[in-house]
Nanobody, 125 residues
Framework: EVQLVESGGGLVQAGGSLRLSCAVSGFTFDDRSIGWFRQAPGKEREAVSCISFSDGSTHYADSVKGRFTISSDNAKNTVYLQMNSLKPEDAAVYYC??????????????????WGQGTQVTVSS
């Protein structure tokens, strides 16, 4: 059974940092992809970042480029999202997702088969 468990969310002041973790079990990273998505109240879910374990490539939404960094510790089967210079508009529930349908970077949420339960990020101004 595939499980994804996010952690690391919380309350932070604007300009601060958080590191989200996504612990994955029952799923090997080889030739697969992991993505981070977020959803704020009243808004649609949006892709934030993703990483391909096939070629190591990463991709970021324009709104987070230069501030967020996706990385992984394959030995721990964990993917991280380092979030710096947080803004109030970054506040959302953040989800990680795993894809068996593509091994390349993708912002298409339908390509992700497994999802975590989410972790809340709140940014105060």
């Amino acid at each position: 059974e595939v499980q994804l468990v996010e952690s690391g969310g919380g309350l932070v002041q604007a300009g601060g940092s958080l590191r989200l973790s996504c612990a994955v079990s029952g799923f090997t990273f080889d030739d697969r992809s992991i993505g981070w998505f977020r959803q704020a109240p009243g808004k649609e879910r949006e892709a934030v970042s993703c990483i391909s374990f096939s070629d190591g490539s990463t991709h970021y939404a324009d709104s987070v480029k230069g501030r967020f960094t996706i990385s992984s510790d394959n030995a721990k089967n964990t993917v991280y999202l380092q979030m710096n210079s947080l803004k109030p508009e970054d506040a959302a529930v953040y989800y990680c997702a795993a894809s068996t349908r593509t091994r390349w970077v993708s912002f298409l949420d339908y390509e992700y088969d497994y999802w975590g339960q989410g972790t809340q990020v709140t940014v105060s101004s």
